[in-house]
């Protein structure tokens, strides 16, 4: 395996050693011509962070409850060791053949082209971005409901717990999308820095408050009925009830590890010196690790404060009413985090698309053409029109979309399911088995495929659930609903 990486390590040097050295007469430049990458560790675990912490921390109490006291925790640590051991392995196919000294692969679909190719390529984009899709639709969704609650939360404080308060999401939605419009007109992932330090710090608030909430409740005395096994047949749910919610709560915690699918692209920000794939391993380490914790505090925590009749998002759902402000400005922490996390998602779907329409139409001005314009504060901004009509035409669909499926638990567990095994899972182990040529029924081999496989009857089960909640929830649905 040495030998290979060095022979790749090698022809990749000879096959771009000239190119390397007018490179590196340029400042602003990569060894590979492009842009010269600024991101370090820090930058990574921000970008990680707000990918990982997103809205299904708010769905963790309510799947705890479905789970109980034994399965439900044991469920997090085990969703929290395969991401990150499969995210390390990801990380090392940043470059191929050599993980250290070989080609770039600037995308999660062209590290497994150029590891895997054909069918698995193929297969490997749909499932990518499906799942960016879905989940740019679900911050919709979420944004929305929170931004409801707090107008909600001010009418239950002055008319009583009692009241009515029915809000439309709608509204809410237009004004999100309003939003991205004006922020998906950022080129690239290199100029969202900034903006997911700042979702990050919000992704912590709110979980901090959320926590905070939760545990104020049991301090008061929370008279919650809990259970080692979940909800209670007979009592909560019925037999059927209980196992369809058990299955979309497997993909309620999926979709709260979902941030595989855009690996590549973080890494792909990163400075070349130290090599990408240790300091993404650091990165993957920590932002796992600090995601998981939060996750424990709130899933456990809420559970105990709500027991068995946890709701599917605590601080929208109204767990809690008191102090109203405060739960104001946990929902306006998650709208703010939302903003930030919806870029991160969608800017692998533009990517894609951009560099799909200039590689077919690469005499067409519409498609290639950029001016520079200069804007207040902000310095020179490389304006293209077909960017600004196919983000803003992209934006408008997923707005629509939230808006006939405004279901938060089951749309989440949805995406989880799909999400989970093809791009958490199948893709990166099959691209390490590749690039250290691991022998087909080595002990190594089997227990990757035994993981693999695990996995896929998980991520069935959990879409089985999570597409029969959403069954469910449209039948009753009522345009108030939040």
Known sequence: MAIGREQGKAAYLEEAGAFEISASRRDDLDDDGRAKRTGNFVTASAHIITAVIGSGVLSLAWAIAQLGWVAGPAVLAAFSLITWFCSSLLADCYRSPDPVHGKRNYSYMSAVKANLGGVKFKLCGLAQYVNLVGVTIGYTITTAISMAAVKRSNCFHRH?????????????????????????????????????????????????????????????????????????????????????????????????????????????????????????????????????IFYMLCGVLGYAAFGNDAPGNFLTGFGFYDPFWLVDIGNIFIAIHLIGAYQVFCQPIFQFVEGLAQSRWPDNSFVTSERIIKLPMLGDYPFSFFRLVWRTSYVIVTAVVAMIFPFFNDFLGLIGALAFWPLTVFFPVEMYIKQADIKRWSKTWIWLQILSMTCLMISIAAACGSIQGLIHALAGYKPFKS
């Open 160 to 292: 009583g717990h009692r009241a009515a308060c029915k809000v439309s999401n709608t509204t809410y939605m237009i004004a999100y999308a309003c939003i991205q419009i004006v922020l998906s007109q950022i080129p690239n992932f290199h100029k969202l820095s900034w903006l997911s330090l700042v979702a990050a710090v919000m992704s912590f608030a709110y979980s901090s408050i959320g926590l905070g909430l939760a545990i104020a409740k049991i301090a008061e005395g929370s008279n919650a009925r809990t259970s080692l096994t979940g909800v209670t047949v007979g009592v909560d749910v019925t037999g059927t009830e209980k196992v369809w919610r058990t299955f979309q709560a497997l993909g309620d915690i999926a979709f709260a590890y979902s941030f595989s699918n855009v690996l590549i692209e973080i890494q792909d920000t990163l400075k070349s010196s130290p090599p990408e794939n240790q300091v993404m391993k650091k990165a993957t380490f920590v932002g796992v690790t600090t995601t998981t």
